[in-house]
């Protein structure tokens, strides 16, 4: 299989060649035993070597056009040809596989001729399907087995592809690889939020009553705002509560215009009491759910018909350092509360920030956002502060809302952002958005009186 694609190529070729030669030089061929009279070869210099010529050349390029329309009509046939060459190579130029020397005797003479005999090859498993790259590696126990377990770089780099899963079975390591997964981006039209989930590509969502709050970095240009403000959208669509937070006074605070009164704060006085309410209203809510007819043990705030809270708080890092000492001391506290047990309430946290700053998501508070995301350009020490120790390969494409996430699989993957429309106005958006919430309310008011 590592010469996959020129033995296929062949194939499509060499019949087509010949076909085609047969066809130019068909009258000849015809008269075959002139060729080889002897008054033919001595007069070879009189043989129509121009016709031979331009029939040898045509009939190359007729051999080619059928390998090259089998391309585009058989591309993803292509594509599973090729990868499956290039795990082969891998094998073999990384010596997975192992071969004896063998001597034999010749049919001609004496002579005896050194061989060498494959008596090991790694039993591997390939499969493609919608865009994904199954691999199936045997764990066989033999010295090259923690290779096997350490292939994440390899087969991102040689397939172009990201890996999405790596899981251990019985026997086997499998990975989960996804090509050309800019592919898979979507557009804000195509958001949707249900069931505790908001699907953000055609293959990533977040469930965030599974894996609650998010953390954020991005800087100017990163799309780290639209992204945010994507997600507002997506959740008043729900009938979500928010709570929006911009210390910065920038792009969320502006939401003041269009968001119900008491929703947005941007000042440290407004944003330290809302943190505080906050988790006063969360530790009353749990009471509360306690107390619901439909209450059993084990259940959350969907559970029991409650709505989710969403604190959309960014540029944290600009804000911790602005404040008093006392104060941040209070911020993280009320911060810690919410992302310990928020997620049964229905208390959800995202963090955005322009650089992650791990003195501010100490004790455990980064290990509970378990949906993280870093867009545009970051350092390794960033990409090291957003998801701690990984020998993950970070490269850096000039496309607005791309970056890397881990979804909460401990897999860090590439990721890209839904776009958004060059003229596409949030604030009307939103304001439609709170329009229909607002009217809904009033009609479910209305029909309970």
């Not at 009939?59 to 594509?79: M, Q, R």
């Amino acid at each position: 299989m590592r010469n996959g694609i020129v033995r296929t190529a062949l194939y499509i070729y060499v019949p087509f060649f010949l076909l085609s030669m047969g066809i130019i030089f068909i009258p000849h061929i015809l008269n075959f035993g002139e060729w080889l009279s002897f008054e033919g070869l001595i007069y070879i210099q009189d043989w129509n070597w121009s016709l031979i010529l331009k029939g040898i050349l045509l009939s190359v390029v007729i051999g080619f056009i059928p390998i090259v329309v089998a391309y585009f009509l058989f591309y993803g046939t292509y594509k599973k040809i090729w990868h499956r060459q290039k795990i082969a190579r891998m094998f073999i130029s990384n010596k997975y596989a192992e071969s004896v020397p063998i001597t034999r005797e010749s049919q001609f003479g004496d002579k005896k001729l050194k061989k060498e005999k494959l008596n090991y090859f790694p039993k591997a498993y390939y499969r493609s399907k919608e865009g994904y790259i199954y691999l199936k590696i045997a764990l066989d126990m033999t010295r090259h087995q923690k290779r096997y377990l350490e292939l994440d770089e390899e087969l991102e780099k040689g397939l172009f592809a990201e890996l999405v899963d790596k899981t251990i079975e019985e026997n086997y390591v499998n990975y989960k690889l996804l090509y050309d997964i800019e592919k898979n981006r979507i557009t804000i039209h195509d958001v949707e939020v249900s069931d505790g989930k908001i699907k953000l590509m055609k293959h990533i969502t977040w469930d965030y009553e599974k894996l609650p709050h998010m953390l954020i970095a991005g800087g100017t240009g990163g799309g780290k705002s639209y992204f945010m403000l994507t997600m507002i959208l997506s959740f008043l669509d729900t009938g979500a509560e928010l709570k929006i937070l911009d210390p910065k006074n920038s792009d969320l605070a502006d939401l003041e215009n269009v968001l119900p009164r008491g929703s947005v704060f941007s000042k440290s006085t407004g944003i330290m009491m809302i943190l505080r309410k906050s988790v006063e209203a969360m530790l009353e809510r749990s009471e509360q759910i306690k107390e619901m007819p439909n209450y059993k043990t084990g259940s959350n705030y969907s559970d029991v018909g409650l709505k989710p809270v969403f604190i959309i708080f960014d540029e944290y890092v600009a804000f911790l350092e602005l404040i008093s000492r006392e104060d941040r001391a209070k911020a993280l506290e009320y911060i810690k509360q919410i992302v310990m047990l928020g997620r049964q309430m229905g208390y959800f946290l995202v963090l955005g920030q322009q650089r992650p700053d791990a003195k501010y998501l100490a004790d455990g508070i980064r290990d509970q956002f378990h949906f993280r995301v870093a867009l545009g350009k970051m350092s390794e020490t960033g990409y090291g502060m957003m998801f701690g120790d990984t020998d993950k390969l970070f490269t850096f494409k000039d496309v607005k809302g791309r970056g890397y996430a881990d979804v909460g699989g401990s897999v860090i993957t590439e990721f890209y952002t839904p776009i958004v429309p060059n003229d596409y106005d949030f604030m009307t958006q939103i304001g439609h958005a709170v329009q229909g919430q607002e009217s809904g309310a009033t009609a479910v008011a209305n029909g309970s009186d």
